[in-house]
């Protein structure tokens, strides 16, 4: 019994020592497939757990107007950042942050506890509070220069350009769609830390630079970039419109040399402003061109053959066409009229014919070689298509498109179309950026002008110039001729459309002008668009046109473009030549028929001229009496109200305290208001008007 038990028992301790023998093996096995075979993996996850990155953000490249004028750059400032994971008391390090950085402590608390590697607190600190912060000390909070988007000309052109988040992200425009070149590379800064966060004296440090961006050259041009902006501010206070576009191009390389927006925003500090202003209206929204869009439908007709300059149309007021009516805006109608005075007169049943006999596929095919119902092409995010009918729609709905209505076009569209007829017949693709260049300054990328087509011939081109500057020589866009420089264009008064149909009574039109000049070698091209116009009439003729020609001016000029001498009248018959006051107050159309040596009669008291007789051009004997038929104004005349002292104000703040008090302005010059009438403590009514002086202030 004895000997069976020592047994027993020798067994055991041999099965234990077999277990403990091979567990031992097991674990030297592990052992050494950790210490050899893993070695290196598992020295690197030590590493990587004692490492601490902080990324170093790389400076967007800079952004330049076609003369190496900086409109966008990377500027270097001190920002603070946590490591969350390194922070011991995300409260009472929270409690000393929040007044010294002037943060909310509970919005930092939740930032501090957050599971992310780094997260920035302050952006742009000054000098004091980056001392301050290094000084506190505080685990796993650290002070590092970071790159910021700083645009130096503030509102300049900032539709176009966009702007780029904290992060250095493009968000909006020209920075987001180039966002690929802009960015660059990030680096970081790696540095060895133990479990308590603490650096390790002597530790791995290492340092991984940023890759710059690459620049962009843009064909924007900070001088009429400036001067469409001013302008347009200006059109869109004095028709008390809602906004305004304006968009200027090279028509023979599609260059766009200006795109302005009012109101808009700056993208220095964007957030600050309704997203909406962020919007580049010129390229995102289509609208219906109204009357503008003639000009399209005059070049098909002369291009398909189904019209000449000498056609001649009876205009019967009220045209029923494929089962509507289409009605001419002047009561009583324009009666007989060649096709160049359709044009000039902006005949709406005219146009409708036009349209109609050529027919929904012809026009379509014109319609579609402008470039419209499709993406040009643009180098900007969110380009529209616009909106253009089948060609097997309804005859009626071709009609209308004929004068502008029932069609979608955006403001890049039309004036591109306007291009085609200024440069000969090619349609260009519009482009904002020349070149993409490398940080040392090497050209990465160049665009060149780029024909997408050829909607007409160079002959139906000149026939057109010819015509449209006839429209403002003797026609609805004398406010926008030029002495010297032969503008060419066409006027345009769009009903906007609303969900139930098209909108009525105040705030309903759209008043445009689109245009080129000078007439004969167009260099510049143009369309202003001003939306919702507040006052009567809301013509483009009498809103647009002045702000074309206010720009185009300037903008020849400082193209160096040299002014035509003006051609001496004939003597010797003793006639005079009646001067085109279409469209011209009433007491401006006198004073210019005055110094003509005519007589004026007019058919109404106060307004703007819709018609006069005889007509602009005709030769007559001095002293003939010129008929001017005009559109009174029903201005709304309210509670008595006293005038502000408007001195020393810009033109905005005049305009807004004028508008707070229910009156109208009237801008002469730029600059800061210099005097003004009625005066200020005057008493005026609700819906007058103070005409208001600018000048520049003195240096």
């Known amino acids: ?154 509102e300049l052109a900032a539709s176009v350009l966009g702007f780029a988040g904290i992060d250095n992200q493009g968000l909006e425009g020209l920075e987001r769609f180039y966002d690929r070149y802009l960015k660059g590379h990030n680096g970081m800064i790696v540095q060895e830390r133990d479990a308590a966060g603490r650096r390790i004296p002597g530790g791995i440090e290492r340092r991984i630079e940023p890759t710059h961006g690459f620049d962009l050259v843009l064909t924007i041009d900070k001088v009429i970039q400036y001067i469409a902006e001013r302008e347009l501010e200006r059109g869109v206070l004095e028709a008390d419109a809602d906004w305004g576009v304006f968009v200027g191009v090279n028509p023979k390389t599609g260059e766009i040399l200006a795109m302005a927006n009012y109101p808009t925003f700056d993208p220095n500090d964007y957030a600050s402003y309704p997203p909406h202003l962020w919007r580049n209206n010129a390229v995102v929204g289509y609208y219906e061109p109204g009357s503008t869009f003639k000009m399209v439908t005059a070049a098909a007709a002369l291009e398909s053959g189904i019209a000449r300059l000498d056609d001649v149309f009876v205009d019967p007021v009220t045209l029923n066409i494929a089962g509507g009516r289409v009605s001419c805006w002047r009561p009583g109608g324009h009666g007989r009229q060649t096709f160049v005075e359709a044009l000039e007169n902006s005949c709406n049943p005219v146009f409708a014919i036009l349209a109609d006999k050529m027919g929904g596929a012809e026009f379509h095919k014109f319609v579609k070689a402008f470039g419209f119902g499709t993406q040009l092409g643009i180098d900007f995010p969110g380009e529209e298509d616009g909106y253009v009918p089948p060609p097997n729609a309804r005859p009626l709905r071709w009609a209308n498109v004929g004068f502008g209505q029932g069609i979608g076009t955006t403001a890049l569209q039309m004036v591109m179309a306007a291009s ?142 040299v002014r035509e001498q003006p051609q001496p009248e004939s003597a010797g018959d003793g006639l005079v030549r009646v001067p085109n006051v279409i469209n011209l107050e009433r007491r401006d159309a006198e004073e210019i028929l005055m110094v003509h040596g005519l007589r004026v009669e007019t058919e109404g008291t106060e307004g703007y001229v819709l018609d006069q007789t005889p007509p602009s051009g005709a030769r007559v004997k001095p002293g003939t009496r010129v008929v001017l038929t005009l559109y009174e104004t029903h201005t709304h005349r309210g509670e008595e109200v006293e005038v502000p002292d408007l001195r020393g104000r810009s033109i905005r703040d005049a305009a807004t305290l004028l508008a707070q008090r229910g009156l109208l302005i009237e801008i002469e010059g730029t600059g800061y208001a210099v005097s003004q009438q009625p005066p200020a403590g005057a008493v005026a009514r609700e819906g007058d008007t103070v005409r208001v002086r600018f000048a520049p202030p003195q240096q």
Do not use: H
């Open 1 to 154: 019994m004895k000997r069976f038990s020592s047994m027993l028992i020798r067994r055991r301790v041999a099965a234990l020592f077999i277990i403990a023998a091979t567990c031992l093996a097991m674990l030297g096995l592990r052992l050494g497939y950790l210490q050899i075979a893993q070695a290196d993996y598992l020295a690197s996850l030590a590493l990587d757990q004692r490492l601490r990155p902080v990324p170093l953000l790389a400076e967007r490249g800079t952004i330049y107007d076609r003369n190496g004028n900086v409109l966008a750059a990377s500027m270097s400032f001190e920002a603070v950042y946590a490591v969350p994971v390194e922070v011991k008391d995300p409260e009472e390090t929270a409690r000393q942050l929040a007044p010294l950085l002037g943060l909310d402590e509970a919005w930092l608390v939740d930032r501090l506890s957050r599971r992310q590697a780094v997260v920035w607190l302050k952006l742009r600190l000054t000098p004091a509070e980056a001392n301050e912060v290094r000084r506190l000390n505080l685990p796993g909070i650290g002070v590092q220069e970071r790159p910021l988007r700083y645009y130096p000309n503030g």
């Open 420 to 561: 085609a007829i200024a440069n000969g017949g090619e349609l260009m693709r519009p482009y904002l950026v020349k070149e993409v260049r490398s940080p040392s300054g090497e050209v990465i990328e160049r665009r060149t002008p780029q024909v997408l087509g050829r909607p007409i011939s160079p002959q139906t081109a000149a026939e057109m110039r010819a015509s449209l500057r006839s429209v403002v020589e003797n026609g609805s866009g004398r406010q926008a001729d030029i002495p010297g420089y032969r503008v060419a264009g066409k006027t345009g008064t769009a009903q906007i459309a609303g969900p139930n149909g098209y909108l009525t009574g105040p705030k309903s039109n759209m008043a445009a002008f689109l245009a080129f000049a000078p007439a004969d070698d167009p260099v510049f091209a143009g369309i202003v668009m001003l939306y919702k116009v507040g006052r009567e009439p809301s013509y483009g003729g009498i809103w647009a046109a002045p702000v074309f020609g206010r720009i185009a001016e300037e903008v020849l000029e400082y193209l160096g473009v």
